[in-house]
């Protein structure tokens, strides 16, 4: 089992910054890739950003790309979203995720161990 817990959301105005955490425990040696997805009041949960555990390749959303940077700190098993210039649609709960396959995804449902999610709210 791998526990997930994210922490840095908040309120923030439109144009400003913010950084989430997520924090890994359990079986870590079993973790292939890790995500961010976010989820907007009555919409789908979408994805954000991906990073490879091991090799640090990393994925984005064409929404986020240029904005947000993801990255993972091994040895602190954390990882991270850095979020700049930040748009009132990127208002949402923000959630970190886990998948044992190899294999980048950017499908939710590909992901086996996900966190309690943090809110990010953008004021325009």
């Known amino acids: 089992q791998v526990q997930l817990v994210e922490s840095g959301g908040g309120l923030v105005q439109a144009g400003d910054s913010l950084s989430l955490s997520c924090a890994v425990s359990g079986r870590t040696f079993s973790i292939a890739v890790m995500g961010w997805f976010r989820q907007a009041p009555g919409k789908e949960r979408e994805f954000v950003a991906a990073i490879l555990w091991s090799g640090g390749s990393t994925y984005y959303a064409d929404s986020v790309k240029g904005r947000f940077t993801i990255s993972r700190d091994n040895a602190k098993n954390t990882m991270y979203l850095e979020m700049n210039s930040l748009k009132a649609d990127d208002t949402a709960v923000y959630y970190c995720?886990?998948?044992?396959?190899?294999?980048?995804?950017?499908?939710?449902?590909?992901?086996?161990?996900w966190g309690q999610g943090t809110q990010v709210t953008v004021s325009s």
């Open positions: 995720a886990a998948r044992k396959c190899l294999a980048i995804s950017r499908a939710a449902e590909n992901f086996g161990s």
